[in-house]
């Protein structure tokens, strides 16, 4: 929704405004939405690391390579944000 409104900002000449993921690193699956689907992707991948067997990078949201409550956390912290506008 607040990324509606600095879009909506853009589109009417205003740069002050921006939004701060253009494409959401959330959106773990990249089907334009934060859902339950990314939460079970990185639940999934829960505890691992590079080299475990349920390793998956992308759930690893926020790049300190373990997949842990802190990436669970941040996905749900913008659970339900759409990015599909941003991303064409
Ligand atoms: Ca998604
Ligand atoms: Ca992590």
């Given at each position: 929704m607040l990324c509606q409104i600095f879009m909506f900002a853009l589109?009417?000449?205003s740069s002050a405004f921006a939004c701060p993921h253009p494409k959401l690193?959330?959106?773990v699956n990249e089907d334009g939405v934060v859902d339950m689907l990314d939460v079970a992707i990185v639940a999934?991948?829960?505890a691992s690391?590079?080299?475990h067997p349920r390793w998956n990078?992308?759930?690893d949201v926020d790049g300190n390579n373990i997949v842990d409550i802190a990436d669970v956390?941040?996905?749900l912290k913008v659970f339900g944000t759409?990015?599909?506008h941003l991303m064409n």
């Open positions: 589109s009417v000449g690193v959330e959106d999934k991948a829960f690391y590079p080299g990078s992308r759930a956390a941040q996905v759409t990015s599909k």
